[in-house]
């Protein structure tokens, strides 16, 4: 069926028009867009723990990611349970949020790549707050780089840590 779209988009529905509200924030994650990029199943990346406290955005960020070709072989809420669960799942790829509600992401970032080296170039913070006002935090923690959430997408996940990061 032809639906007159360029090479490179799709149609959009209903579906992918709304904004996630959690928590009194919105989320209007990058695969709700029009454009439609997919993460290489045959790249390195293909297991992904994702960290954050708000657990309607877990659930969210995982459904779109999974869609996109990222297996989300689990997720946490707090610095304990992430890791927990990076030592019993070893992940290719960590998404951690900054604010772990009274916990800090860059800690768990710290700890993580202490515990696991592997997962040095692996980790990518994420935030609903700018990039410009976490830069000091982001350049001094060792991981691979920083996406906003509203631009989470498993190509987006998947060039940053395929860069190098920053």
């Known amino acids: 069926m032809r639906t007159g779209c360029q090479p490179g988009t799709r149609a959009v529905d209903a579906r992918d028009l709304r904004l996630v509200v959690t928590g009194g924030c919105a989320f209007r994650l990058a695969s709700m867009c029009i454009r439609v990029v997919h993460c290489d199943a045959e790249r390195v990346l ?3 723990l994702i960290v954050d406290d708000n ?3 877990l659930e969210v960020a995982r459904i779109s990611l999974e869609r996109q070709g990222l297996e989300v ?10 890791l927990l669960e990076a030592a019993v799942l070893r992940p290719d790829v960590v998404l ?10 860059f800690e768990l970032t710290r700890r993580l790549v202490e515990d696991f080296p592997e997962l040095r170039a692996r980790i990518v913070l994420i935030s ?3 990039e410009e006002d976490l830069a000091d935090l982001i350049a001094s923690s060792p991981a691979a ?4 959430k509203s ?16």
């Open 55 to 57: 657990e309607r955005f």
């Open 96 to 105: 951690v949020d900054v604010a772990l509600g009274a916990e800090s992401g």
């Open 145 to 148: 780089g920083f996406l906003s």
């Open 73 to 82: 072989v689990g997720t946490a809420t707090t610095i304990a349970a992430a």
């Open 46 to 48: 293909r297991r992904c």
């Open 151 to 166: 631009l989470l997408s498993a190509a987006a996940v998947c060039g940053l840590v395929d860069a190098g990061g920053r």
């Open 128 to 130: 609903t707050r700018g």
